[in-house]
């Protein structure tokens, strides 16, 4: 599964003015609301629910780290 492409732009969007994301296991960096922000894209504008237990640091630190969130979402 590939990242979305909407995710992307969605980070390099609100870490502005970061550079933009040049690798999927680079660290996003993204404060507290900017976690609320992009918890309720993935699940508003990709589909993906995600539960509690599952909003973890690890789950969120990198694009890999979100991509293998959605991917066993979507396996399971």
Wanted: proline share 8%; aromatic share 6%; hydrophobic share 40%.
């Amino acid at each position: 599964m590939a990242i979305p492409e909407r995710l992307v732009e969605f980070l390099n969007k609100s870490r502005e003015p970061e550079p933009p994301i040049s690798s999927p296991d680079e660290h996003l960096h993204i404060d507290s609301l900017g976690m609320i922000r992009l918890l309720a894209f993935i699940q508003e504008e990709l589909g993906v629910p995600i539960e509690d237990d599952e909003f973890t640091l690890d789950n969120f630190r990198t694009l890999r780290s979100i991509e293998q969130l959605i991917q066993s979402k979507a396996m399971s």
